[in-house]
């Protein structure tokens, strides 16, 4: 009997043993997978954190490029691309210099060193680079825009399209001679068969932003601009009429391109090139009243 006592001791001893072991094997197991799913699921929660911040990325890329470009673009340049571009590369400052696209064309065959040229017609684009100062293979024609003829906001006139233009007291237009707007302006009318007539009195601004003034001061009855110039001042112009159709042989189209003597601007003004080809800064070119091209 007393023998019999100790065997049911013994077996109950192995017992304890062995179910002590097994509750620290599981024990072990469950800190293995604990650990192992915390670590998988806080790997995976980081990277997918990190990648759905949205933040955009900054280039380190640094420098100074100026940009000359038609008076016409000033206003979306100097408000909302310049900047724009900057949240991405803080450290290259862009410069713009605005004026008509045949004085920029004067200056940069003077030397101006402007990284890129956007100018308002195609015409002073091909010469530029005919002369090799602008690298044809980097021109890209981004923008069309529109030929409007516009009065004053307060300014009574008998002038309801083009085609009666002359009946206005007092006329202003781009110079031809260096004003893309003033070149369009003589297609129109010269279409029209009223150019002669109106060049003889007509006020010749050196470049749109000066005829959309003289209009909005009241210092011209009518003058002929772009659709986004007249956007840019909405309480001061109202818009008479745009082109006849058939009158322009070619759309209104501005063409960008870099120039050929870049040295160690080449990095950053492409950077700008490219930025300006972007569908984000297509928007904002919209937003001033431009058509993509």
């Excluded at 023998?3 to 001791?9: Q, S």
């Excluded at 790997?43 to 954190?49: E, Q, R, V, W």
């Excluded at 490029?65 to 450290?91: H, K, R, T, V, W």
Aim: aromatic content about 6%.
């Amino acid at each position: 009997m007393l023998k019999g006592m100790k065997n049911l001791k013994c077996l109950a001893l192995v017992l304890a043993i062995v179910l002590v072991a097994a509750a620290f094997a599981g024990c072990g197991s469950s800190k293995g997978g604990d650990s192992a799913g915390a670590s998988g699921g806080s790997s995976a929660g980081d990277s997918a954190g990190a990648s759905d911040t949205g933040s955009p990325a900054v280039s380190d890329l640094s420098g100074n490029i100026m940009i000359a470009a038609a008076a016409s673009l000033q206003n979306a340049f100097d408000e909302e691309l310049i900047p724009l571009f900057n949240e991405s590369y803080p450290g290259i400052t862009v410069t713009g210099t605005y004026d008509s696209s045949g004085k920029l064309q004067t200056q940069i065959e003077e030397g101006l060193e402007a990284a890129l040229f956007f100018s308002a017609a195609t015409k002073q684009m091909d010469a530029l680079t005919a002369g090799n100062l602008i690298d044809a293979a980097s021109v890209v024609n981004l923008l069309e825009n529109e030929v409007v003829l516009i009065t004053g906001t307060g300014t009574d006139t008998k002038v309801t399209s083009f085609e009666n233009i002359t009946d206005a007291a007092s006329i202003a237009v781009g110079d031809p001679a260096s004003v893309p707007a003033g070149q369009y302006a003589q297609e129109v009318l010269t279409s029209l068969g009223s150019w002669d007539a109106v060049n003889a009195r007509a006020s010749l601004g050196t470049n749109v932003t000066e005829v959309l003034n003289w209009v909005a001061e009241g210092s011209a009855e009518v003058g002929v601009v772009y659709a986004t110039d007249a956007a840019s001042m909405p309480d001061k112009v109202k818009v008479i009429a745009i082109a006849p159709a058939g009158s322009l042989q070619t759309p209104v189209v501005y063409p960008v391109g870099l120039h050929t003597d870049l040295g160690d601007r080449q990095e950053a003004a492409q950077a700008l090139i490219d930025f300006l080809k972007s569908g984000e800064a297509l928007a904002v070119f919209e937003k001033y009243g431009f058509k993509a091209a």
